[in-house]
């Protein structure tokens, strides 16, 4: 046998040994070969034999002595492995011999390996792949080739490639290569390839290679696609590139070109436009160098053409976009800064540099971190750099949006801007930051804020709850106002982001669903509201300012409802003073009236007596017909007295004294079953009044107290006492224009145990001539409440059906001791005529001035009459000589008496003067008149008050004696 040792150089240069298996088979079993003939051999053939085996003998030993030299020293690693168990894993393998590539690779020595396994050495082969494939050639015996693969363990991370083969003796024996170096080269090698046909495939660059010496040139695809041929439309020519390329382009290029092969410049890089095939003009970027050869001669051109027709577009559009952006931002209402990575504002235009008052070049300077800005939060206090929006949104890289900050300039002015930054994602940018002047509208939200904070109304702002059918069940507190806490006494801090129904459970659910339709439809609504708990009446506008929320502006109205109330009470009230007003210029007139023609009845009666004789039998008749005309005449003053002009002069009197004088007449005008108990007060209660009007309350009212009481046996208590204009209030008055002048009152007080007073019959009992006893009475508290009224007082009254009645009369308290006390008049004699005198009588009423007329005549006067003012002035300027006095009527038609006196006072300014009228003489001589009468006559009156009054003034002027 002839043994095969062949050396192999692989690729990359690194050698491998292929040994042929057969001879090594043969080399290891031929001492224990047995030779078996077929037929007996010849002695020629068995020394032929022999010499034969001897020759294999000495080649066996020189073989193994090449084997071991080889196995001991080839490039490659190799390992004999002796295989126990069943050769599964990589600890069934154990090193029986280890070449020294095989120590270099692992890095061991030969006693290191020797009787280890090969997962001591190779900790991760079993996930190698290998193990399966030596198992299979130590079952089968034959030999395998595993391709290379990466192997890694915490050592190693190589490439192996690996030849396994079984030898007679059972053990397995590997030959591998180490080949990462070759393999980095190769994937390197490779992926270049890759990347450059990827790149030669999706390229538009197109590639020329231009032979100078040849004067051949090779255009690539990309070169004629990028001007619209195939590769065969376009020739390997340089006149191709000159025919495209426009012609004033060319002389450029080669100027450029000569100056490349000069060495006069670098490199060539130039623009022109060739032209497409479908006829219009491609901009392109042409580059190239120069291949050299040894003696500096340019040999070859190898360039790049690159269609920037795009690229020029996008270049003017960019040019264009730039303006724009930069006419734009100019022209911005806004700030817009921006900064580079390390903060450095590198931009910004006029707006942000208005608003911050610095110049561009003042701007540019700084960092947007930098500590010379002065910025302030809201409330006032500094803001630190690391609160800025624009650094905040450098180091958090993200959007910081509407950071309202105040920017103090050098003269303290404060601008507010609200800032929104974000990182800018290109190279070296940090962030661009935009903010708008808030100034106005801070200010302006100062305001609203000081308004809701000040407002009377109150507001409240909700969000509304609904269930999952979207049915309104509860609403939200978000914000109210300081109003809104005062009118309801519930406090912010206890009510926002809580509900209603939280905070007011009893809230009736009509209030929900009045909210929800507000808060859901956007229609608003107004109403007003009375709370009980408050006791105040408010005005509630409900609005939605956004969906889901509505907002409710609460005004306390109780001020306008009470007014209202009031207003319809006034009204009531003035009702009832116009009709009572009415009231009183009926009686008025009626009284005035009824007074003349009582006058002329009593005036002719008395006329119709005198001419009697004594024993006349119709004396009586016509003296009864007297006593009634006079009592007629006491109830028009009474009447009179009601409606408040039956003014009597004033005294000074102590109310409980006047009530101890009459206390005897009162017992005996009541039911002998009714007592009179009296609680007077133990010090003078001095009011300023009339005495014998008091008298006449007095009796008015405990005669009222006893025909409450009827006929059971009852009490009438009489007190009088002080009491404050503030206590008045607490009754009901009985006139409702009543109203307190002075601090402090009598009380006149008379309470009784009679019926007592409905309530509807309260604001009729002071009505005349209302009563509920039979018609024809109910005169007495009228007049009484006429008294009163015209001395400043007022009557209350306090009553209960079925448990009597109190009427308290309040007049003011006197506290000034200087009082001048009434002269009484001077008594005068009936004057004895001593010549005839002529009397002007001025009287509207007929009857009274035909009657006035007898009676002067009767007394000797001469008698002028006028039925009106005008008239007299007129008779008066003709008979002035011989009119010696003026009587005259007040209340009359165009002229009355004190314009009468005045007229004829101008023509005789001493002309004596007697002015009559049915009213009392305080009340007649009120007026503030510049001429004043000698004396007053009260109608009706009798002959002999007319006499008596003459008498006065005659004697007076020396007239009559």
């Not at 990309?222 to 002389?251: A, C, Q, V």
């Not at 996008?314 to 817009?336: F, N, Q, W």
């Not at 408050?534 to 939605?544: G, I, N, P, S, W």
């Not at 005549?857 to 010696?884: D, H, Q, T, W």
């Amino acid at each position: 046998m002839i043994a095969l040792l062949r050396l192999q150089v692989d690729m990359h240069g690194g050698a491998f040994l292929l040994v042929n298996i057969d001879y090594l088979y043969f080399l290891t079993q031929f001492n224990k070969r047995e030779l078996f003939m077929t037929e007996k051999p010849t002695y020629e053939e068995l020394e032929q034999r022999i010499k034969e085996l001897e020759l294999a003998e000495i080649e066996l030993k020189r073989s193994e002595e090449l084997f071991r030299g080889l196995f001991a020293n080839m490039t490659s690693g190799s390992a004999v492995y002796e295989v126990i168990n069943d050769g599964l894993k990589a600890s069934d393998y154990i090193v029986k011999r280890f070449n020294n590539k095989g120590l270099e690779i692992e890095g061991r020595k030969l006693e290191d390996v020797l009787g280890k396994t090969l997962f001591d050495l190779r900790p991760n082969v079993d996930d190698y792949g290998l193990i399966p494939v030596m198992k299979k050639v130590w079952e089968t015996g034959i030999s395998a080739y595993y391709p290379v693969k990466l192997y890694r363990d915490n050592n190693f991370s190589n490439y192996y490639e690996n030849y396994i083969f079984k030898i007679p003796s059972g053990e397995i024996v590997t030959i591998y290569n180490d080949i990462t170096i070759q393999k980095n080269q190769e994937i390197a090698l490779q992926e270049s390839k890759e990347r450059f046909e990827l790149a030669m495939q999706f390229t538009n660059d197109g590639l020329f290679d231009w032979n100078l010496e040849t004067n051949q040139i090779h255009y690539s695809s990309g070169w004629k696609r990028m001007l619209g041929y195939d590769d065969e439309e376009i020739k390997n020519e340089f006149s191709e590139w000159e025919r495209l390329t426009k012609f004033e382009d060319m002389k450029a290029s080669w100027d450029m070109l000569n100056e490349l092969l000069e060495g006069k410049r670098e490199s060539f890089e130039k623009e022109f436009k060739m032209l497409h095939k479908d006829g219009h003009w491609v901009d392109i970027l042409s580059r190239a160098n120069v291949v050299f050869n040894e003696e500096g001669k340019g040999v070859r051109v190898v360039g790049t053409h690159v269609d920037i027709t795009k690229q020029k577009r996008i270049e003017e559009e960019l040019r264009v976009s730039v303006i724009k952006h930069k006419t734009i931002l100019e022209a911005l209402p806004v700030g817009v800064t921006v900064s580079d990575d390390a903060g450095n504002i590198v931009e910004s235009n006029k707006a942000a540099q208005k608003m911050l008052g610095l110049s561009r070049e003042e701007h540019l300077k700084r960092k947007i971190q930098g500590n010379e800005w002065s910025i302030i939060r809201e409330d006032g206090s500094p803001m630190p750099p690391d609160e800025f929006a624009s650094v905040r949104a450098l180091k958090e890289k993200h959007l910081v949006e509407n950071l309202v900050m105040g920017i103090v300039k050098e003269d303290n002015e404060v601008t507010w801007i609200s800032v929104s930054s974000t990182p800018v994602p290109l190279e070296g940018y940090g962030v661009a930051i935009s903010f708008s002047d808030i100034t106005e509208r801070k200010r302006t939200e100062e305001k609203y804020l000081t308004l809701f904070r000040e407002m009377l109304d109150g507001f409240a702002l909700h969000e509304i709850i609904c269930d999952e059918n979207g049915k309104p069940t509860d609403y939200k507190f978000l914000t109210v106002n300081p109003a809104f806490e005062r009118m309801t006494g519930l406090k912010a801090a206890d009510i926002v982001d809580k509900r209603v129904l939280e905070v007011l459970p009893d809230t009736e659910k009509y209030w929900i669903e009045i909210y929800g339709k507000v808060a859901t439809t956007g229609e608003p609504t107004l109403f007003e509201n009375y709370s009980n708990e408050l006791k105040k009446y408010f005005e509630v506008k409900a609005f939605r300012p956004a969906y889901g929320q509505f907002a409710c502006i609460i005004s306390d109205i109780t001020e306008k409802k009470q007014a209202e109330i009031k207003q319809k009470e006034l009204e009531a009230i003035n009702l009832r003073l116009q009709k009572t007003d009415s009231l009183g210029q009926m009686a008025g007139g009626i009284a005035h009236l009824f007074n003349n023609y009582l006058y002329a009845v009593s005036g002719n009666l008395e006329l119709a007596l005198e001419e009697l004789p004594d024993d006349s039998l119709i004396r009586n008749n016509l003296a009864e017909a007297m006593r009634a005309a006079r009592r007629c005449s006491d109830v028009s003053g009474s009447m009179l007295t009601y409606i408040g002009q039956n003014v009597v002069k004033a005294e000074l009197i102590d109310i409980s004294e006047c009530c101890r004088k009459n206390l005897t007449n009162l017992q005996s005008s009541i039911n002998s079953g009714t007592i009179i108990e009296t609680n007077f007060i133990d010090r003078e209660l001095l009011i300023r009044f009339n005495e014998s009007q008091m008298d006449r309350v007095i009796k008015h009212l405990i005669i009222n107290a006893n025909e409450s009481i009827g006929d059971k046996r009852g009490r009438i208590n009489l007190t009088t006492k002080t009491m404050p204009a503030s206590d008045i209030s607490k009754f009901h008055l009985l006139s409702v224009d009543s109203k307190s002048s002075v601090d402090t009152y009598v009380c006149l007080e008379v309470t009784d145990n009679g019926c007592g007073i409905s309530e509807e019959d309260f604001h009729k009992i002071s009505d005349p001539f209302f009563t509920t006893k039979f018609t024809g009475r109910g005169l007495g508290l009228a007049v009484v409440s006429g008294i009163v009224k015209s001395w400043g007082g007022m009557i209350g009254v306090r009553s209960k059906v079925g448990h009597g009645s109190t009427f308290m009369v309040f007049i003011p308290l006197y506290e000034d001791n200087s009082i001048r006390q009434p002269q009484k008049p001077t008594q005068s004699s009936q004057p004895e005529q001593k010549e005839l005198s002529t009397v002007l009588l001025v009287e509207d009423h007929e009857m009274v001035r035909n009657m006035t007329t007898s009676m002067l005549k009767r007394m000797g006067f001469e008698v002028i009459s006028a039925a009106n003012g005008v008239e007299a002035v007129k008779l008066f300027k003709k008979y002035k000589e011989s009119i010696n006095c003026l009587i005259t009527d007040l209340s009359m038609p165009e002229l009355d008496g004190w314009g009468t006196l005045a007229e004829i006072r101008k023509i005789r300014p001493n002309i004596p003067a007697i002015l009559a009228s049915g009213y009392d003489e305080a009340f007649a001589m009120s007026r503030d008149n510049l001429e004043k009468p000698q004396a007053f006559l009260h109608k009706p009156y009798t002959m002999k008050d007319l006499k008596s009054v003459l008498g006065q003034v005659m004697n007076s002027l020396s007239i009559v004696s």
